[in-house]
Antibody
Framework: QLLLQESGPGLVKPSETLSLTCTVS??????????WGWIRRPPGKGLEWIGS???????YYSPSFKSRVTISVDTSENQFSLKLRSVTAADTATYYC??????????????WGQGTPVTVSS | IQMTQSPPSLSASVGDRVTITCRAS??????LNWYQQRPGKAPKLLIY???SLESGVPSRFGGSGTGTTFTLTISSLQPEDFATYYC??????????FGPGTKVEI
């Protein structure tokens, strides 16, 4: 069974960098036809796609985050990571990692990690 | 590509038939997925490619549509179905977007 688990600080100061890691267990992160992605849900709002990465390191970022986000992959640790720079209170959200299946019929996220809440506050 | 959903919320009873609509700002063929998110839980894939039921998802969930208009139907609402439902387009791997969500309440 494929499991994803987010980890990282639950509190980040404004203007600093938010760093999260997603650890994948139950299958290898590499050598499969999948991307791996980060999505967030701010309080009282809907889901926002942040970006996705392939095991080769190829990335796609949402235009809303492109100027301040980096997603990287560590295949030796079976992990991928998110760094979001210059955070503000608007970046307070629950952050999810998920596997992004890629097929001729589309791309979909499944499964998801349980999510980790991050608060931006001094 | 912008996604809209209607209604933003709805009230229904156990056993009701519920329909949620998702619209895309341009044609996305059938590159449309549906997710369910229960309070305090991670989203869960229900439907992919507009009408294909994800493994393990009850058959009371159904999806349809193509182009710009899509629907998610729950044929007989169950207590565990009270949740928020999101559509997501994947016309471009580089530009994934979600709809704003529809909250289904008792």
């Amino acid at each position: 069974q494929l499991l994803l688990q987010e980890s990282g600080p639950g509190l980040v100061k404004p203007s600093e960098t938010l760093s999260l890691t997603c650890t994948v267990s139950g299958d290898s992160i590499s050598g499969t036809n999948y991307y791996w992605g980060w999505i967030r849900r701010p309080p009282g709002k809907g889901l926002e796609w942040i970006g996705s990465i392939y095991d080769s390191g190829s990335t796609y970022y949402s235009p809303s985050f492109k100027s301040r986000v980096t997603i990287s992959v560590d295949t030796s640790e079976n992990q991928f990571s998110l760094k979001l720079r210059s955070v503000t209170a608007a970046d307070t959200a629950t952050y999810y990692c998920a596997r992004l299946g890629v097929a001729a019929t589309g791309n979909w996220f499944a499964p998801w990690g349980q999510g980790t809440p991050v608060t931006v506050s001094s | 590509i912008q996604m809209t959903q209607s209604p933003p919320s709805l009230s229904a009873s156990v056993g009701d038939r519920v329909t949620i609509t998702c619209r895309a700002s341009q044609s996305i063929a059938t590159y449309l997925n549906w997710y369910q998110q229960r309070p305090g839980k991670a989203p869960k894939l229900l439907i992919y490619a507009a009408s294909s039921l994800e493994s393990g998802v009850p058959s009371r969930f159904g999806g349809s549509g193509t182009g710009t208009t899509f629907t998610l139907t729950i044929s007989s609402l169950q207590p565990e179905d009270f949740a928020t439902y999101y559509c997501q387009q994947s016309y471009s791997t580089a530009g994934i977007t979600f709809g704003p969500g529809t909250k289904v309440e008792i």
